[in-house]
Nanobody, 123 residues
Framework: QVQLMESGGGLAQPGGSLRLSCVASGNILSISNMGWYREIPGNDRELVARIYTSGTTKYSDSVKGRFTISRDNAENTAYLRMDKLEPEDTSVYYC?????????????????WGQGTQVTVSS
């Protein structure tokens, strides 16, 4: 079983910065990609940023140039550095990790979500 632990949310002023962390733990064979999503009206989630094993990254247009995703493969940890925060960035942020757990067949895919961490941008 794979579990995610998120941290780093909180209150920031407009123009300020926060850094989110997401640590994956459990019986993990490999991690293919790690990402951050945030809640939008209608209880849906939108992609904020994703990073792949190769180091390739993907960002939503609304955060490009302001947010930076990175990962520490040895620690199964993803980070989201959020700079130049705007009130519109206020939301619950969720970590998502996909990979494989060990099995006799060589590995079984997993795709798990964290519990969410609140980010509030307000003066």
């Amino acid at each position: 079983q794979v579990q995610l632990m998120e941290s780093g949310g909180g209150l920031a002023q407009p123009g300020g910065s926060l850094r989110l962390s997401c640590v994956a733990s459990g019986n993990i064979l490999s991690i293919s990609n790690m990402g951050w999503y945030r809640e939008i009206p209608g209880n849906d989630r939108e992609l904020v940023a994703r990073i792949y094993t190769s180091g390739t990254t993907k960002y939503s247009d609304s955060v490009k140039g302001r947010f930076t995703i990175s990962r520490d493969n040895a620690e199964n940890t993803a980070y989201l550095r959020m700079d130049k925060l705007e009130p519109e960035d206020t939301s619950v942020y969720y970590c998502n990790v996909a990979g494989r757990i060990p099995s006799s067949a060589g590995g079984v895919p997993f795709d798990v979500w964290g519990q969410g961490t609140q980010v509030t941008v307000s003066s």
